[in-house]
Structure formats: C-alpha cells, structure tokens
Nanobody, 123 residues
Framework: QVQLVESGGGLVQAGESLRLSCAAS????????MGWFRQAPGKEREFVAG????????PYVDSVKGRFTVSKDNTKNMVYLQMNSLKPEDTAVYYC????????????????WGQGTQVTVSS
C-alpha cells in the first residue's frame, strides 16, 4: 500500500505561482512512477504531468507546458508540482497518483491516489 497526501493548494491571482506537494508513505516509494491530475467542476479528470521512478519527466499536457514543472525527491518520499503563471482555467482539484513502471496519462491505470488539493485562480 502507498498513502499519498497532497498539500499546497490555495487561492491565488492570475499570474502567480503555487507549489503543490505530494507526500508518500508505505511501500518503497522510489519504485513508483507518479502522476499529477486535475479535475475541474463538471469535467473529467485530466492528466497534467508525470514523472518516472528515477525522476525523469514525461510530456506535460499542452495547456501547462512551459508553466508547470514536476519533480521528485526519493530521499524525502515527495513529489512536487511547481505551477507558475497560473491562469483561471487552471482552477481545479489537483491529485497525485502512483503506479508501478512508467507514468501514464490514463487515470484508471494508477493504483493509488491522494485526496486532492484545491487550486483556485482568480482573474
């Protein structure tokens, strides 16, 4: 079992930054690939970014390229999502998720999920 807890969400204005954190506990964290997803009201859960067990990142969803950066610290069992130049359309609940092998853009392929953290960007 892997337990995931997100933090760092909040209310910011457009153009500002936030850093989301995902703390993992349980089984060997460094053997898992991680993904960040988000879900806005009335919309499906959307892949945002992924990172391999070794810290190599995967392509980001086009809407966040150049603004968001995912990173992983296996020594601390932490995954981060640095979000810069936030836009109102980034407003959503953000989730981190874990799965073995490589990250995936498909939410259903992840084995473990956090409870989510709300990000609200005002215009």
């Amino acid at each position: 079992q892997v337990q995931l807890v997100e933090s760092g969400g909040g209310l910011v204005q457009a153009g500002e930054s936030l850093r989301l954190s995902c703390a993992a506990s349980g089984r060997t964290f460094n053997s898992y690939a991680m993904g960040w997803f988000r879900q806005a009201p009335g919309k499906e859960r959307e892949f945002v970014a992924g990172i391999t067990w070794s810290g190599g990142s995967t392509p980001y969803v086009d809407s966040v390229k150049g603004r968001f950066t995912v990173s992983k610290d296996n020594t601390k069992n932490m995954v981060y999502l640095q979000m810069n130049s936030l836009k109102p359309e980034d407003t959503a609940v953000y989730y981190c998720a874990a799965r073995v092998l490589a990250p995936s853009v498909v939410a259903g392929l992840y084995d473990y999920w956090g409870q989510g953290t709300q990000v609200t960007v005002s215009s």
